[in-house]
């Protein structure tokens, strides 16, 4: 008797334990399957989210290459207009031989000068021995 009843409550001890076992592994069961649940509803929401991500990143990319461009250009256009308008010093060669140019180009405009007030200083000469008395005023 003692035995069968130290049976019987050890039976009720154990079944008492399954029932415990078996609801607490229904209750995580349960968690398990909305935590399940919830992580995949996030992974789809990532999913597309990433995708505009991977979108914006494109339309991003193609701007900034068309923006490269136009910046490559623009800068190309004023290194072209510094070059035309920025005055840039001259090297003494260059210098002297602008000088000299100018300098033979005033000796030859002197020479011409020169040979020009000969000739009107001769012509005025026969004028004056010609043309004496058609200058003076007549009375």
């Known amino acids: ?3 069968e009843s130290d049976f019987t409550k050890l039976l009720a001890e154990m079944n008492v ?4 076992a078996q609801s607490e592994y229904e209750t995580d069961t349960r968690a398990f399957e909305i935590e399940k649940a919830s992580k995949e509803t996030s992974v789809t929401h990532m999913t597309k989210e990433a995708a505009q991500l991977d979108k914006s990143v494109a339309e991003a990319s193609s701007d900034r290459e068309g923006v490269q461009t136009e910046l ?3 800068l190309e256009y ?3 207009l510094d070059e035309m308008c920025i005055a840039k010093p001259e090297t ?4 002297k031989a602008r000088r000299e140019a100018e300098i033979a180009g005033l000796k030859e405009a002197l020479e ?4 020009e ?3 009107l200083e001769r012509k005025h000469r026969r004028s004056q ?3 004496a008395s058609a200058l003076e005023p007549t009375m």
Do not use: D
Request: charged share 25%.
């Open 72 to 74: 490559s250009a623009i």
């Open 92 to 95: 003494f060669s260059e210098r």
């Open 112 to 115: 011409i000068l020169n040979g």
């Open 1 to 3: 008797e003692v035995v």
């Open 78 to 80: 004023k290194a072209k």
């Open 117 to 119: 007030t000969v000739l």
């Open 129 to 131: 021995l010609r043309g």
């Open 17 to 20: 334990a399954e029932s415990q």
